[in-house]
Each structure stands twice: as C-alpha cells, then as structure tokens.
C-alpha cells in the first residue's frame, strides 16, 4: 500500500517537472509576444498588463516593408514544391528499387545509405549551383532541398512499397497496364498513408531549415521565414514582445501540422529512424 | 516489346489481352530512377567528390589553385579550429548520451499507466518540430546572466547560476542541453514504440518470479529495447558531428571561438572568402563522420547478436 502511494508520488513529481521543463519555455514565448514593449523588456514570466496583441502583430507583419510575407511566400513556394518533387521522385525511384533487386539495387542502396550519413559539402555544391546559374535562386534551394531528404523518403517509400503484393503488378500487366501507367495509376495511389507521413515530416523539415537557405538563397528578397527571424534577432534586440510575435508566428504552421497529424508525424518519424 | 513470354497462371483468356508477362524491364524500368538520380548526383554526389579536390587548393569559385595538403595543415595548426574539432566529439557524446538515458527515462514513463500520459507525450514531443533557430532565439533569452529565467529560479533556491553562453567553459555545454532538450522528444517516440514492440509475456514472467520494478527494467526493457537504443545513438550521433543551427543562433562559435564546431567553422571560413579552407572543413567533417558512425554500426551490431 504504501509503496504505492510512492509510486504514484515520484510519478507525479516526474511528470510536473517534465511538463514544466518543456511548457515554461514555450508559455514564455507566448506571454512575450502579447506584452507591450516596455514590459516584455524584463523578460520575465509576469502576467501582461496589457495586451497590444493586434499591434505586435502588424508592427512585426509590417516592419522592412512587409519582409515577413514576402518570407512567407518563399518559404510556402519552397515547401509545396520540393515536397512535392520529392514525392515523384522518391516513390517512383523506391519502386523500381524494392520491386528490381540486383546490382543496380545493390549500388542505390548504398547511396542511400550515403545521403543519410555523408555530411553535405557545402562550398563545391554552391559551385555546383553557380555553374547552372542556379545560385541564390529559389529553384536551386528547392532542389537542394530535393537531394538532401531523398534518401529518408526512400527509406519509407521502399518499406511500404515491400508491403504491397506483386500480385497487383501482375495483375495490372495483364490488363497492358505496364511502367508508367502501371505507377501512377495503380501503385502510387496505393501509397497515399505512406505520401502523407513523407508529406507531413519533409514538409517541417523544409519549412525549419535554416542552413541551407543561409548558404544557398542569401539576400532579403528570397529571404525565408527561419532567415527573416535570424536576422530580426539583431534588429529587435530591444523589442523583445516583436521578436517573440515573429517566433509565435513561425511556430504556428508546424504546430497546426502537430495538432491535426501527431499519429502520423510520430510514426514516420519513427519509422524511418528504426530502418535507418 | 512484349517477346514470346510463357502464359502466366493468372492470365484471363477472355480477356482477350496479351496473356504475356512483360520483362522487368518494361514494368520496372530503370528510367524511374533518372529524375531521382539526376538531382542526387548533380546537387549532392558531385560536390561531396569535388571536396576532395578543391580542399587541396586555394580556391575563389571561380579558379584554384592546388596547394597540396595546405588547408590542412592550416586546419590543425590553427588553435581554434582544433578546439572546434574537439567541441564537435564532445557536442556529439554528449548529446547522444543524454538523448539516450533520458529518452529511455522517459519512453519508460511514458509507456506505464500514467493518467495524461498522452497529453505528456504531446508536450515531449513538440519541441522536435519547431525550428531550430525560434529554440535557439528563446533559449538564449532564458539563459541570460543574472536576469534570465533559468538564473532566477536558480536564485530562488540559493544558487548563483553561471552566465551560460557567456562563459567559456558552460557555452558548449549550455547549447547542447539546449539541444537535448529540443531532440529528446524524438529518442522519446523511439523508445516508446521499442518498448511497446517487447512481449507482455516477459514482463508476466518476471512477475510469477516475483520481480519488482528494478527488475523488470534491467533485465526485460533495457535488453529487449536495444534495437531503439541503437537508433537513438546513430541518429543523434551523426546530427551531433554535423550541429550548426543551434550553435550558431545561440552563441556563434562564442565566447571566442570557445564553442565552435567544425560546421560553424565552415561557415566562418566561408564567409570570409577562404573556400578552399571551408571545403577541407567539409572534409574532415566527412571523414570525422565515417570514421566514427560506420565502426559504431559495426559495434552496435554485434552487441546486437549477442545481447
């Protein structure tokens, strides 16, 4: 009996501290970002007196000419596309891979191990881009974006695809369904559990990235939502309510992604961490 | 393109179509790994090659010139780009290590029957989809000397905290807690589905043997969640080595270069316009990886066979 009191005590106790170590921080940037200047200045956890959220709110939209839209179109441009490329890509390039086992396989496999280990060289890939005229523009960004996660949604098409009976291939074949056709209009809607998880965790993953936009697309007219925020941190180094309305802001999307597909977000992730 | 197959079993004659299996060729052709291949190679595999070269020259984009194993030289003489190789072993031990134990503290707490045990995975988990640089931003706030949250409810219970990212001998180390607690979630979810996947059965074994708590972790969760363990240590071991955004949000390689890594260095040494230099960064980077994640998958393997 009284060990279970115990129990449930240090359970307790292990959950406040663990719901207060990862709520504070979070709480703290919500209650900034409502403050007025003057008193999100003391950065500290007092109630707000009062509450210019409107303001805050178009003071950090307007503020550069309105470079935090301008960053939020970029920053969607490039999501939506190269998830979108690499869903094409991937899946097709899975399917040939976990249907056609050989020496081909053999060696694409190995570069897909490569891609999840091999950190990416940086300097000679900008000269790569240079060469293509591709450098500080948005296409060249989306298919760096493209390269870097194709060996992770390989990883979860191949697996899933695996589960998928040959028997249907065979059986589309038979009705002249063959290579292209037979993909996309049989295998590929097949694959939709599996495009959604690959869609939902590349998508944050694009949407969060922070170095390769720094490296491969400087400059305030392509400018993306995680650089915008990098670079206000200097200029609203006295603002700290806009500041933190800025992060507000820029952590609603993946937190919408969070709310509505946790289950799926989690299980890829997961999946692909344990195969990988 | 069809040749003279043989008829397949599960050809329907009255279909009236080819009753014939085309080759593997025609239902898997290898084209579909074009569009694929092409992007690969042109963004990823051609530079990670031309590294190799252009770190032997002294390089402008646009010409080079070879100078041998200069830039390396250069790389280990320098005292600061020597403490930012060693920052990056340390960076990358440490957090693997803590992600590790308080993951697994946590996916065991998290799989008992706890009320708000979903709630509390949410939260633990959250953090592993908000970018780097809003955590990085929030966290240094939280860190600041003496008037930071962190400091002041250290202050509450009689201790003076340090000034974290001010000081040369916690800047490192305050980053990579920092990082820990924005990667935990995911060692976390790992954990849980491991530990989910064991047999209830070994747990009712241990409970006819008359095993307590202590007992069925060290010798039915820890062994059989192996294979998670496994997962948590590659992945953050390799984004250990590879770490930037943090660094270079929280502290940019300061005070000094006190909490430089080689990936900030990279940048440091690109920004200033030595790329030759910043390539054989990119280099050792490759080679510190390799030389490190691939005898560390042998390792783990076997442990795995063993244990």
Known sequence: ?276 | MVTSAQPRRAAAPESGRRPARPRARAVYPYAFYLPAGIVYTVIFLVPTVMAFYFALTRWTLFDSEFVGLDNFRDFFAEQNLRVGFRNTIVYAVVTSGLKVVLGLLLGVLLTSNLRLRGFLRSVVFFPVLVSTVAVGITFSVLLKPDTGLVDKALGVVGISGPDWLGDATTALLSVALVDVWKGVGLATVIYIAGIMSIPRDYYQAVEVDGGGAWHRFRHVTLPLSWPATYSVIILSFIGGLRTFDLIWTMTRGGPGFTSDVIASIIYKQYQAGFYGLATAGNVILFLAVTAIVVPLVRLLDRREIHS
Request: proline share 5%; hydrophobic share 55%.
């Open chain 1, 1 to 276: 009996m009284r060990t279970t009191v115990r129990r449930i005590g240090a359970e307790t106790l292990a959950l406040a501290v663990a719901a207060a170590v990862f709520l504070v921080p979070f709480s703290f940037m919500l209650l900034t970002a409502v403050k007025d200047e003057k008193q999100a200045a003391d950065l500290d956890f007092a109630w707000p007196t009062s509450w210019p959220v409107v303001r805050n709110l178009v003071e950090v939209i307007s503020a550069r000419d309105y470079l935090l839209l301008t960053a939020y179109v970029n920053s969607t441009i490039l999501t939506v596309t190269s998830v979108a490329l690499l869903v094409v890509f991937a899946s097709m390039a899975a399917f040939v891979l976990q249907r056609r086992p050989g020496r081909v396989a053999g060696v694409v496999n190995l570069l897909v191990l490569s891609g999840l280990i091999i950190p990416p060289a940086v300097v000679p890939t900008i000269w790569v881009l240079q060469g293509i005229g591709l450098f500080k523009t948005l296409p060249g960004l989306i298919l760096v974006e493209v390269a870097y996660s194709l060996s992770f949604a390989m990883l979860l098409y191949r697996a899933f695809i695996a589960a998928i009976p040959r028997e249907l291939d065979e059986a589309a074949m038979i009705d002249g369904c063959t290579g292209m056709a037979l993909f996309f209009r049989v295998i590929f809607p097949l694959m939709r559990p599996v495009t959604i998880t690959v869609i939902l965790t590349t998508s944050v993953a694009v949407f969060n990235d922070f170095v390769n936009p720094l490296y491969f697309l400087p400059g305030d007219e392509n400018a993306t939502v995680q650089l915008t925020l990098y670079n206000f941190q200097s200029q609203y180094s006295t603002q700290w309510n806009l500041l933190f309305m800025d992060i507000v802001l820029i952590t609603i999307p993946p937190l919408l992604a969070f709310v509505f597909f946790n289950r799926k977000i989690v299980a890829g992730m997961t999946a692909g961490a344990i195969k990988g």
